[in-house]
């Protein structure tokens, strides 16, 4: 059994070609998935503060400030690519693997209660 979700991307994008080993094209792929993780770090306190009118504000909060400047963030980094099809690169990376799967377990998910 393995855990932690990004170490196991990396694993499968090195046995797949879908992590690099150009230090900087990591980087940014590093970089991405470390900015998702701060970004759910904020949402899982909210989404999970036991006292529910808290949980509310704090939900109101991560969806009208934080993830709208968070967005912002990545659609800078998307134009400043070289590739507005994919987050890192010209190819399909575990960057945009991991985005993926944010949006659609947290964001695009009829199922999650604090969906939008």
Request: charged share 20%; hydrophobic share 40%.
């Amino acid at each position: 059994m393995y855990t932690q979700t990004h170490s196991i991307l990396r694993s499968i994008g090195h046995n797949n070609g879908l992590y690099s080993t150009d230090p900087i094209t990591m980087w940014k792929i590093d970089s991405t998935l470390d900015a998702l993780a701060d970004l759910i770090s904020v949402y899982y306190q909210a989404a999970f503060n036991p006292n529910e009118d808290a949980k509310k504000a704090g939900l109101d909060k991560f969806m009208t400030e934080h993830l709208p400047k968070w967005c912002g963030i990545m659609e800078a980094r998307l134009k400043a690519n070289s590739s507005q099809h994919y987050f890192v690169g010209d190819n399909l990376t575990i960057a945009d693997f991991a985005l993926a799967g944010v949006a659609f377990t947290k964001f695009l998910n009829e199922a999650n209660p604090s969906a939008a």
